[in-house]
């Protein structure tokens, strides 16, 4: 993996050229959720693969505190704000003037605010596995910080906090840096934000998603934007089922 400075946090990224028979000369940077990486959300998923072979450029980084990037232990560290701000960096190191943005649950917070802050810079925004929670609610309950600083795995009775525990240890993460992240990267937008957001927007959230909140409640608060329902698919499936694929091509195709 490559890397570079974001204001002094050491943050990991690939860079890969389009792989398909007509490059599009068109840039796709991916913002990965709590806990995962890179790795685990576009690559393993197909994503990336995907893309490049529709011909898009696609960079792709490890948030701060996640995969190969720095991990940092200060909850001020990871607000959404701050985290918005290194993807820009990122497109600003590559020189990347306009790119469309695709996050998936935290990464579709982030995506959020850095449409919200730098409206000029995306040309689209894809927010997958996050709704209405977007602006009701304030990110994953408190209670996964909980999980994430448990003695083990064993320890753990709620459904939900195991489900995020075994995934952070599946993809061997550093444990006491997402509790963290979860801690500071709590950051909400208004009705009124969200309704600044300028920029052509696809909400994609799974039918069994019972993290997200309402896709399409959220996609009626944005001006340019539209949903999709991944059929079937809870929190963790719906990132790479094919049909979100299709409909983010789709999309794309449409600008």
């Known amino acids: 993996m490559l890397s570079f400075s974001s204001d002094g946090v050491r943050l990991a990224y690939v860079d890969l050229a ?11 940077v991916l913002v990965h959720g709590f806990g995962s990486s890179h790795m685990v959300n576009w ?3 197909q994503w990336t693969r995907t893309l490049t072979h529709a011909g898009y450029r696609v960079v792709a980084l490890d948030n701060r505190g996640h995969g190969e990037s720095e991990k940092l232990y200060d909850p ?7 985290m918005a701000e290194d993807v820009r960096r990122l497109m600003d190191h590559l020189e990347i003037p306009r790119a469309a ?11 959020a605010h850095l449409a919200l802050a730098h409206p000029a810079r995306l040309k689209a925004l894809l927010l997958g596995g996050l709704g209405i929670h977007l602006v009701e609610g304030v990110g994953l309950p408190l209670g996964i910080a909980d999980a994430m600083e448990a003695p083990s795995l064993d320890d753990l009775t709620d459904p939900m906090q195991r489900m995020f525990r075994a995934f952070a240890e599946a993809t061997k ?23 600044q957001i300028a920029v052509p927007t696809l909400v994609s959230v799974g039918t069994a998603d019972d993290v997200a909140g309402d896709g399409a409640a959220l996609a009626a608060l944005i001006p340019d934007a539209e949903s999709f329902a991944i059929s079937g698919r809870d929190h963790n499936l719906a990132v790479g089922d094919k049909s979100h694929k299709q409909a983010v091509l789709a999309f794309l195709d449409r600008l």
């Open 18 to 28: 389009p792989t398909g028979d007509t490059p599009r000369h068109e840039t796709i």
């Open 101 to 111: 943005v695709m996050g998936y649950s935290m990464g579709a917070r982030i995506s």
């Open 173 to 195: 993460s550093d444990l006491k840096a997402l509790a963290a992240c979860i801690r500071g990267s709590r950051q909400t937008l208004s009705v009124a934000q969200v309704g």
């Open 76 to 82: 001020a560290a990871y607000s959404s704000q701050i």
């Open 43 to 45: 690559v393993n998923t």
